[in-house]
């Protein structure tokens, strides 16, 4: 009988063993923050995923097109890297894009609500599952259903920008039958700040599994059906301040859209000390994109951009402890196929035919291995991935005018990384490591845009004009400090870059700004994060980046002009948040933060006029819990009124704008039950 209790484990181990593969140890060497469900509650009324992340973690800065953080859409960048440089995963699931290598939260909102914990991996970190870590790595824990008991909880948030959100969930708890549930539905509706960028989004979230002895089934589900009015196109900063809810956006550009994933795992354990869990997912997304424009003769007209992505994959690992615990190694293998296709027709010529219609699509096969070893106060880790990855493109000649035979791309890249721990004491604890990563073009990049047209198939179809793979090699090397009272993290970092496929300023459609291989390029800084209790009531949260970022040169297109050490766009030298948060009675805290952004470039010949200016922006709000279970949470947020900007783009010529939002109020009433 002993040695059967031996070989099982409980059933939240079971549960916990299926984020082991892609998640980072707490004293594994690299830069990392893992935030728990209860953290999260704290600052969670709802807000789009990238602004749930700016607030838990260093070096990230998010902006919203809409001019509020609750829906339409919302982006975010790391270390000045932007987001489709992030992967992202779900149980180790991939929710990036695989193509575009985004991930849009405004298609499934209320995410944050369904989240067990979240770890944000700074930098290569180590191996995971989907596009490769190069900014950084994340990954979303669902909602623990073995560790619960039975309840239920309705929340409601209301406020500024005709804001409303409601939402229902329900948990069962672990039944006598070693089975649980979980399920969540979510309503979003905001008119936006910005004017035409109103959001009507609902979402819907399930789990439920069986917990054995050895074997534990858990299947998930979530899905999204967001409708936006768009607001991507920036705004010159003479007309924002005329009237800072201009929007250059058409009234009837809006999109109607749909993502939704289901995955299925299994997680058996084969003896005490190894575990094997195996994963089989489906993703896919859908919809409509109308976006309108007046020809030279100031005719409108609108178009519609339908996409349609299809992503189905497969994973396995195994996990092994030895040497008394010493020893603990993991091997993992993935596989998917990921199938789009991109429309495009002038409405309401949808019955007679499309303007364009691509199918495109991308495979991968990718493995990794790690292994941790613990030799009294030191900690060695060391990771190896291999990825290889096929991509390709097809359209009918109608289309583009042409019968264009395009040839796939294939790409592979070993990405290595390893690193040691030393454990100084029971408290203090050092830390250093080295990693490498590779990673392929996106669709966009190797278009030049979003459309195959006469040009640039010709080029495709020569294998010319492609960019060229990019690569970082990331040095990290850390100090992090430990006990009941206070904990500090103190990251130092080096990313060097080679042909790193980053914006110039020029941009695109639809907001999104033209990448090309750049000169070799570093980053380097210092990253902070830390807690204390000045007295018994009141504590201080502190997160904070010092960073570093130079290209060795820049020659604008079709000139002699050479600049040498340019600062990369979007990347500012200071991003520093604190929080004061101060407990007046039991169940009633208050708190104030303070968010300091400093200046960004955003093009390539760093010309002082075409700058996102620094910003310094306070928000304030309190939490009060009451019965035991119930809470109202009230934010004020930008107290002062301040006009200010995340994120911008040469528009027209000049610099150009995304309103952050002005002074807002939400408050959210939560009831549990």
Same mark, same amino acid.
């Given at each position: 009988?002993?040695?059967?209790?031996?070989?099982?484990?409980?059933?939240?181990?079971?549960?916990?063993?299926?984020?082991?593969?892609?998640?980072?140890?707490?004293?594994?060497?690299?830069?990392?923050?893992?935030?728990?469900?209860?953290?999260?509650?704290?600052?969670?009324?709802?807000?789009?995923?990238?602004?749930?992340?700016?607030?838990?973690?260093?070096?990230?800065?998010?902006?919203?097109?809409?001019?509020?953080?609750?829906?339409?859409?919302?982006?975010?960048?790391?270390?000045?890297?932007?987001?489709?440089?992030?992967?992202?995963?779900?149980?180790?699931?991939?929710?990036?894009?695989?193509?575009?290598?985004?991930?849009?939260?405004?298609?499934?909102?209320?995410?944050?609500?369904?989240?067990?914990?979240?770890?944000?991996?700074?930098?290569?970190?180590?191996?995971?599952?989907?596009?490769?870590?190069?900014?950084?790595?994340?990954?979303?824990?669902?909602?623990?259903?073995?560790?619960?008991?039975?309840?239920?909880?309705?929340? $409601?948030? @209301? *406020?500024? /920008? =005709?804001?409303?959100?409601?939402?229902?969930?329900?948990?069962? #708890?672990? %039944?006598?039958?070693?089975?649980?549930?979980?399920?969540?539905?979510?309503?979003?509706?905001?008119?936006?700040?910005?004017?035409?960028?109103?959001?009507?989004?609902?979402?819907?979230? $399930?789990? @439920? *599994?069986? /917990? =054995?002895?050895?074997?534990?089934?858990?299947?998930?589900?979530? #899905?999204? %059906?967001?409708?936006?009015?768009?607001?991507?196109?920036?705004?010159?900063?003479?007309?924002?301040?005329?009237?800072?809810?201009?929007?250059?956006?058409?009234?009837?550009?809006?999109?109607?859209?749909?993502?939704?994933?289901?995955?299925?795992?299994?997680?058996?354990?084969?003896?005490?000390?190894?575990?094997?869990?195996?994963?089989?997912?489906?993703?896919?997304?859908?919809?409509?994109?109308?976006?309108?424009?007046?020809?030279?003769?100031?005719?409108?007209?609108?178009?519609?951009?339908?996409?349609?992505?299809?992503?189905?994959?497969?994973?396995?690992?195994?996990?092994?402890?030895?040497?008394?615990?010493?020893?603990?190694?993991?091997?993992?293998?993935?596989?998917?196929?990921?199938?789009?296709?991109?429309?495009?027709?002038?409405?309401?010529?949808?019955?007679?035919?499309?303007?364009?219609?691509?199918?495109?699509?991308?495979?991968?096969?990718?493995?990794?291995?790690?292994?941790?070893?613990?030799?009294?106060?030191?900690?060695?880790?060391?990771?190896?991935?291999?990825?290889?990855?096929?991509?390709?493109?097809?359209?009918?000649?109608?289309?583009?005018?042409?019968?264009?035979?395009?040839?796939?791309?294939?790409?592979?890249?070993?990405?290595?990384?390893?690193?040691?721990?030393?454990?100084?004491?029971?408290?203090?604890?050092?830390?250093?490591?080295?990693?490498?990563?590779?990673?392929?073009?996106?669709?966009?990049?190797?278009?030049?845009?979003?459309?195959?047209?006469?040009?640039?198939?010709?080029?495709?179809?020569?294998?010319?004009?492609?960019?060229?793979?990019?690569?970082?090699?990331?040095?990290?090397?850390?100090?992090?400090?430990?006990?009941?009272?206070?904990?500090?993290?103190?990251?130092?970092?080096?990313?060097?870059?080679?042909?790193?496929?980053?914006?110039?300023?020029?941009?695109?459609?639809?907001?999104?700004?033209?990448?090309?291989?750049?000169?070799?390029?570093?980053?380097?800084?210092?990253?902070?994060?830390?807690?204390?209790?000045?007295?018994?009531?009141?504590?201080?949260?502190?997160?904070?980046?010092?960073?570093?970022?130079?290209?060795?040169?820049?020659?604008?297109?079709?000139?002699?002009?050479?600049?040498?050490?340019?600062?990369?766009?979007?990347?500012?030298?200071?991003?520093?948040?604190?929080?004061?948060?101060?407990?007046?009675?039991?169940?009633?805290?208050?708190?104030?933060?303070?968010?300091?952004?400093?200046?960004?470039?955003?093009?390539?010949?760093?010309?002082?006029?075409?700058?996102?200016?620094?910003?310094?922006?306070?928000?304030?709000?309190?939490?009060?819990?009451?019965?035991?279970?119930?809470?109202?949470?009230?934010?004020?947020?930008?107290?002062?009124?301040?006009?200010?900007?995340?994120?911008?783009?040469?528009?027209?010529?000049?610099?150009?704008?995304?309103?952050?939002?002005?002074?807002?109020?939400?408050?959210?009433?939560?009831?549990?039950?």
């Amino acid at each position: 009988m002993q040695a059967q209790q031996q070989d099982t484990l409980k059933p939240q181990q079971l549960e916990e063993v299926t984020i082991k593969a892609v998640r980072a140890g707490e004293n594994a060497p690299v830069s990392q923050l893992t935030v728990s469900k209860k953290q999260i509650e704290e600052i969670y009324q709802g807000q789009d995923g990238a602004f749930l992340l700016d607030q838990i973690s260093p070096s990230i800065v998010s902006s919203t097109e809409s001019g509020t953080s609750l829906g339409n859409y919302g982006t975010f960048r790391l270390r000045g890297i932007d987001q489709t440089r992030v992967n992202l995963t779900l149980n180790g699931v991939p929710l990036n894009d695989m193509l575009g290598q985004g991930v849009f939260f405004s298609n499934f909102v209320d995410f944050g609500n369904s989240i067990e914990s979240v770890q944000i991996q700074r930098g290569v970190g180590t191996s995971t599952n989907g596009v490769s870590s190069y900014a950084g790595s994340i990954n979303f824990e669902s909602i623990a259903l073995t560790q619960k008991e039975p309840s239920s909880e309705v929340q $409601f948030t @209301g *406020g500024s /920008f =005709g804001t409303l959100r409601g939402s229902a969930e329900v948990h069962t #708890g672990l %039944l006598e039958n070693r089975t649980a549930f979980y399920a969540r539905v979510s309503h979003i509706q905001s008119e936006g700040f910005r004017d035409n960028t109103a959001t009507n989004a609902q979402s819907f979230f $399930f789990s @439920g *599994g069986y /917990f =054995g002895q050895k074997h534990a089934l858990k299947f998930t589900a979530f #899905g999204g %059906l967001s409708k936006n009015e768009l607001g991507y196109t920036a705004v010159p900063e003479a007309e924002i301040k005329e009237d800072p809810t201009t929007s250059l956006n058409f009234l009837g550009d809006e999109d109607d859209f749909n993502q939704y994933m289901l995955q299925l795992q299994h997680t058996y354990r084969l003896a005490s000390k190894t575990s094997l869990v195996t994963t089989a997912y489906y993703s896919g997304a859908g919809g409509d994109f109308f976006a309108g424009y007046k020809d030279t003769s100031d005719v409108f007209y609108q178009e519609n951009y339908p996409l349609f992505n299809q992503h189905y994959g497969a994973m396995s690992n195994l996990n092994h402890n030895a040497l008394q615990g010493n020893l603990k190694l993991n091997v993992g293998v993935q596989a998917y196929q990921f199938l789009r296709e991109n429309i495009q027709y002038e409405v309401p010529e949808i019955n007679t035919r499309y303007s364009y219609n691509e199918n495109s699509f991308k495979n991968e096969a990718s493995a990794f291995a790690k292994a941790q070893y613990q030799l009294n106060q030191f900690e060695l880790y060391v990771d190896v991935q291999a990825r290889a990855v096929q991509m390709g493109f097809s359209t009918d000649v109608a289309s583009i005018g042409q019968d264009v035979s395009i040839p796939n791309r294939e790409f592979f890249f070993v990405n290595p990384k390893a690193g040691l721990t030393y454990q100084v004491n029971e408290k203090n604890q050092l830390y250093a490591s080295f990693g490498r990563s590779g990673r392929e073009p996106t669709r966009v990049d190797i278009f030049g845009g979003f459309n195959l047209i006469d040009t640039n198939s010709l080029n495709l179809a020569l294998n010319t004009g492609t960019p060229k793979p990019e690569y970082v090699n990331d040095f990290e090397v850390g100090y992090r400090l430990r006990s009941e009272k206070y904990t500090l993290s103190l990251n130092g970092f080096y990313m060097a870059f080679e042909n790193e496929i980053a914006p110039i300023g020029e941009a695109l459609s639809f907001g999104v700004l033209a990448r090309v291989n750049q000169a070799p390029s570093y980053r380097t800084g210092v990253e902070l994060t830390g807690q204390v209790y000045l007295t018994r009531k009141l504590r201080l949260e502190s997160q904070a980046t010092y960073m570093q970022a130079a290209i060795e040169t820049y020659s604008p297109a079709d000139t002699n002009l050479v600049y040498t050490d340019v600062t990369p766009l979007l990347s500012p030298e200071w991003n520093v948040r604190g929080t004061l948060s101060y407990q007046l009675f039991p169940g009633l805290e208050l708190w104030c933060t303070a968010r300091y952004l400093s200046e960004q470039f955003l093009e390539l010949t760093n010309n002082p006029e075409l700058t996102v200016p620094a910003s310094l922006v306070f928000n304030a709000g309190f939490n009060y819990q009451f019965y035991q279970e119930h809470s109202l949470a009230l934010q004020f947020n930008n107290i002062t009124d301040q006009l200010y900007y995340t994120r911008g783009q040469i528009s027209f010529g000049e610099a150009g704008y995304y309103v952050q939002p002005p002074f807002h109020i939400y408050g959210t009433l939560t009831l549990r039950f």
